[in-house]
């Protein structure tokens, strides 16, 4: 089983609409978690960071869920602009190692 | 402020060649990493570096791959022979000191191995 797992998509979603991703995993010693954005042919860049106490920041919303270990991403209003693959990181307390999800494409259509 | 610096952004060998890249992190940031991108993947860590000291190396292929980071602050990976499932992009990160867990990525290294 993989540390993290992502639906692949890709999610083909119009203009304006919610989109939301899902994303687990096994390690429950897991203690850092984060949403990477990817541009195609771009390195990855931190989107948010997310929290317990689930975290927003503009249309982004970012939930944790320790109990199921599952993490979320939705994104509200939709814009062209956040065509993308949104990769799910995780990383363990004290280590700066992170590891990556699959990610998630989305493309935003017109 | 600068960002991670990579070269060459763009490589093309044939199998059992050798093939060296390098990485200039964020001046101050002591921490540096690099991982391996297969397309349609996430990135998968190859090695991390603490200063001039490996911290972690358990996923890079030694038979085949080596890096070295001599002064704590440039870095360079090798592959030495490519075989075809080389082919991917190589990504250079490096750790904000004071933001824990926040890694900055270079553009990237994509190597493709014929």
């Known amino acids: 089983r993989k540390e993290v797992e992502q639906d692949p998509g890709p999610f083909n979603v119009p203009e304006g609409a919610t989109v939301a991703f899902n994303c687990t995993y096994s390690n429950s010693a897991s203690q850092s978690f984060f949403w990477y954005r990817q541009d195609c042919r771009k390195e990855p860049k931190l989107l948010m960071s997310v929290y317990s106490s689930g975290n927003e920041d503009g249309r982004f919303t970012a939930q944790l869920n320790r109990a199921s270990q599952y993490i979320s991403l939705l994104i509200r209003d939709s814009k062209l602009s956040d065509s993308a693959t949104y990769l799910c990181?995780?990383?363990?307390?004290?280590?700066?190692?992170?590891?990556f999800g699959t990610g998630t494409r989305l493309t935003i259509i017109p | 402020e600068a960002g991670v610096a990579q070269s060459p952004r763009y490589k093309i060998i044939e199998k059992r060649q050798s093939v060296a890249f390098w990485c200039n992190p964020i001046s101050g940031h002591a921490t540096l990493y690099w991982y391996q991108q297969i397309l349609g993947q996430g990135p998968k860590l190859l090695i991390q570096?603490?200063?001039?000291?490996?911290?972690?190396d358990s996923q890079l292929p030694k038979d085949r791959f080596s890096a070295e980071r001599l002064k704590g602050v440039d870095s360079t990976l090798k592959i030495q022979p490519a075989k075809l499932e080389d082919s991917a992009v190589y990504l250079c990160?490096?750790?904000?000191?004071?933001?824990?867990?926040?890694?900055?990525f270079g553009p990237g290294t994509r190597l493709l191995v014929l």
């Open positions: 990160a490096s750790l904000h000191p004071a933001r824990g867990d926040t890694q900055y």
């Open positions: 570096f603490q200063n001039n000291g490996v911290v972690d």
């Open positions: 990181v995780v990383s363990h307390f004290g280590n700066e190692k992170l590891t």
